[in-house]
């Protein structure tokens, strides 16, 4: 059943930042790291087998995006959701993603059009 919800300008805005956000694989992947607890750059660049510089670019962008904040802690900045909500919708699409055929699109090419 649809939602009677007014869509605005800000809610499309949102998810088409949402959207970039997760169309890189390592902000797909930090923002997923930080579903589950925060954390500081190093150990995110770490877990994530990337740079430090490649982190902070990307944490970077997902600041500018408006889905994660830094929190400073002594000489150390660390990195969590901007938003309760932001956990559990993530969770739910990962749901949706196993319902999406994982032939029809690899890595940069899509073969679904």
Request: aromatic residues 2%.
């Amino acid at each position: 059943m649809p939602t009677t919800e007014l869509v605005t300008v800000s809610h499309v805005a949102a998810l088409t930042r949402l959207g970039y956000a997760l169309s890189d694989e390592t902000r797909t992947r930090v923002l997923l790291a930080l579903r589950e607890a925060p954390a500081h750059p190093s150990d995110l660049a770490d877990a994530l087998g990337v740079s430090r510089q490649v982190m902070s670019n990307q944490l970077a962008c997902l600041r500018g995006c408006g889905l994660v904040e830094a929190v400073p802690d002594g000489r150390r900045t660390w990195y969590r959701l901007t938003d309760d909500l932001l956990a559990p919708a993530l969770g739910e699409l990962l749901r949706v993603v196993l319902a999406v055929d994982p032939s029809c699109c690899s890595g940069e090419e899509c073969r679904c059009a």
